[in-house]
């Protein structure tokens, strides 16, 4: 009964009303204070937290009584239509009164999270939300970065669902209706708790605020302003913000809108900022660090903090944590570019040519007077950043800076310097040439396109290594009549056949005589050199491995733009990249190109080489015997092709060299023992070895040289086996 009596003499008030009141209680708080007030007042012994709390909590009241879930709300519509995002945003840079600027963040990361009304939409929430990540703009460091970085990501989420929402934050030269309080309706009809009479809030301390603000946001000129707020927070000293920011800025980069690339590569510090903190990571390397030591660091951008923990320090390490620091970011570029929008991927990529590559790295290989420290660490650098390379357009710009834009070097083209150099370290003896060959082995253990073309497969396509190619009379197939046959029964079953297979079957990786190939192999190192034991021996450990080795390289060169048979000359296809063919012309000399030359050169002179030269150097061979691209194949692993005149191939060098190890075994005393005794050895028995099996040190380098090519022969002719099985 007194419920109902109350409920006539004070009815409720509708919760609009009430969220009129606590707004005006909240502006009233300023109209009452002086300016300088407004400045010392600590946010604590004033009450405004608490109506802000309660409008909060009156919207979701209001929610969850409205007929529908995605209704507009009076109390909501008041919010949007009476300035109040635009008053706090003003507040909230100003921080007035100090320690205010966290709970006006939270209202609009409340606002973003909890309402399920949409508001991003509402062209009245626009230019708050546009000053409010501005502010954020404005400061590194602030106390409320948690708070910041929450609400930048939150929009990003809201962005994401919807891309069209991102024009509202690209421009900031637009001239914004920034706070001018004397045009805000700020009056009221008080409640019932009040006296009825009208009243307006004097609000010229805000407006004061409102110019302070102003002038301090004049001075940005970003035109897309999410990127140039998370690019504040790279450089977090809390590891969480800072990979969030990261997270975002993937998400804000990889927008489709040709609009908003436009305006995060021209205007915004997109680039010059991860272009300076790239560089500022390089340059805090110290130039002490262990250049051996460098393959160990390989490291994803979002799990480095694991390389950080205590169980993985490592003392001895000189420069690890700045190596981390670098290569976790070098990766989280790379991630960048494969993501962003194909204008910020591809001036992205070039950016770093230019601004690192070619400034910062290419300093430690091609500079003048460079001690052999220098050079070392200068490849372990190179080779461990094309490691953390996976983007297609990155792979690209790397490739140009590292071998030249023109992929062949012929005569008339104009030589590019730093491919030259590195070719040319090749040939030096020591340790110098053996890193130079492993730089190169690292370039191939993840095919490329661009970096095999400018290296081998260019030079191979004209076929001019074949006789054929040079007597245009004898342009016949160096096929069987076998192959002929199986080739016209293929061609009625292809199309069900490449439904069903990862590769594309080929008979010149597949010929009907595999083991004719493989036997020219196996049969290569003559019997004077080698031990007693069943020809062959440990090749079915070879084809074990093999299996899987070629079998994720013909997988990863499965999209690449190769022909599928060896022939003279191919056309190009009109998908075909430009840059990663030329024009066949068989007219013209052939050439094995500076890098397969040298090679080659090197593999002619192992047998005076050390062990782990020559071991690297059959590595490299290996990884290009393995590619699926046909002219190589034949080249390299077809012994049988007729060659042109004075064209050497893989099996001519190989056997030449074998030819003089037999020459040369014959001078050396009980040969059979002492090769016995250096496998012993090679294979850590110390013990065994008798007076007979000792050897003197040229010795022992002839012995090792002819132990590895007799275990490289072997695996070629793996190569050659699974090659076979896997194409045909």
């Not at 626009?126 to 703009?137: K, W």
């Amino acid at each position: 009964m007194l419920g109902l009596l109350s409920s006539v003499v004070a009815p409720d008030v509708p919760p609009v009303q009430d969220f009129k009141h606590h707004w005006d209680s909240f502006l009233h708080y300023y109209a009452t204070k002086q300016h300088t007030e407004l400045k010392s007042e600590p946010i604590e012994a004033t009450k405004l937290t608490f109506h802000l709390n309660k409008m909060l909590k009156l919207l979701m009241e209001e929610q969850s009584s409205a007929l529908s879930s995605h209704q507009l709300t009076p109390s909501m519509e008041f919010l949007l239509h009476h300035n109040v995002l635009d008053i706090l945003v003003t507040l909230c840079q100003a921080d007035s009164p100090p320690g205010i600027r966290p709970y006006i963040f939270n209202v609009f990361i409340f606002l973003l999270e909890k309402t399920k009304y949409a508001i991003l939409p509402e062209t009245s929430c626009h230019q708050p939300m546009r000053r409010l990540v501005l502010v954020c703009t404005l400061t590194k460091a602030s106390p409320t970065e948690s708070q910041e970085i929450k609400f930048i990501t939150m929009l990003c989420g809201k962005i994401k669902r919807k891309p069209d929402l991102v024009h509202i934050f690209l421009d900031s030269s637009v001239k914004d209706n920034f706070v001018t309080p004397n045009s805000f309706d700020t009056s009221r009809q008080s409640s019932g708790r009040v006296s009825r009479d009208s009243q307006t809030v004097n609000l010229v301390n805000i407006e004061r605020l409102a110019i302070n603000v102003k002038d301090a946001l004049a001075s940005l000129h970003n035109k897309h302003l999410l990127a140039a707020a998370l690019l504040n927070y790279l450089d977090s000293a809390d590891y969480l913000l800072s990979c969030s920011a990261m997270e975002s800025l993937l998400l804000v980069s990889g927008m489709e809108s040709d609009l908003a690339a436009q305006a995060l590569v021209t205007g915004s510090p997109f680039m010059p900022v991860l272009l300076s903190r790239l560089v500022t990571f390089y340059t805090s390397i110290p130039s002490t660090v262990d250049p051996a030591r460098l393959e160990e660091i390989l490291v994803n951008w979002v799990q480095v903090h694991h390389y950080h923990s205590q169980e993985m320090e490592d003392p001895t390490f000189q420069g690890r944590t700045e190596l981390l620091a670098f290569f976790s970011f070098l990766d989280f570029l790379d991630h960048l570019i494969r993501v962003s929008h194909s204008f910020a991927a591809q001036s992205l990529a070039t950016e770093i040519k230019e601004q690192f590559f070619e400034r910062h790295l290419e300093t430690r290989l091609l500079s003048d007077n460079l001690e052999e420290s220098e050079l070392l660490l200068g490849l372990a650098f190179t080779s461990q950043t094309w490691l953390h390379i996976k983007s297609d357009k990155l792979a690209h710009s790397f490739s140009v800076w590292l071998l030249g834009e023109e992929i062949s070097d012929r005569p008339m083209l104009p030589t590019h310097p730093l491919k030259n150099k590195l070719v040319s370290l090749c040939t030096q003896p020591g340790i110098l040439g053996l890193e130079a060959v492993r730089m190169f082995d690292v370039l191939l253990s993840s095919p490329c396109p661009y970096i095999l073309d400018r290296l081998v497969t260019v030079h191979m396509e004209t076929r001019g290594y074949h006789m054929s190619s040079s007597n245009p009379e004898a342009i016949i197939n160096s096929w069987s009549d076998v192959e002929d046959e199986r080739e016209k029964l293929e061609n009625v079953s292809e199309e069900p056949k490449r439904s069903t297979r990862s590769v594309t079957p080929s008979r010149t990786l597949a010929p009907s005589n595999i083991h004719r190939l493989v036997n020219c192999w196996l049969y290569l190192v003559p019997d004077q050199l080698r031990l007693d034991e069943v020809r062959g021996s440990g090749y079915d450990q070879y084809v074990a491995d093999a299996s899987k080795q070629v079998e994720t390289v013909a997988k990863e060169c499965s999209s690449f733009d190769w022909p599928r048979e060896a022939t003279c000359g191919w056309e190009k296809s009109e998908t075909s990249s430009s840059d990663s063919r030329i024009e066949a012309d068989p007219s013209r000399q052939w050439s094995e190109g500076m890098f397969l030359s040298t090679i080659l050169a090197q593999l002619a002179k192992c047998l005076d080489s050390d062990y782990d030269s020559n071991l690297q150097l059959t590595s490299v061979l290996s990884k290009l015997a393995q590619l699926p691209h046909p002219h190589l194949h034949e080249y390299l692993l077809n012994p049988t092709i007729p060659l042109a005149p004075g064209v050497r191939s893989l099996y001519t060098v190989l056997k030449e060299v074998l030819g003089k190890a037999v020459a040369r075994s014959d001078s050396i005393s009980h040969f059979p023992l002492k090769m016995l005794g250096c496998r012993r050895r090679m294979l850590g028995d110390q013990n065994s070895s008798s007076k007979e099996m000792e050897c003197q040190p040229e010795e022992q380098v002839l012995l090792e040289a002819i132990l590895v090519l007799d275990e490289f022969c072997k695996e070629l002719a793996a190569v050659t086996f699974v090659k076979y099985h896997c194409f045909a």
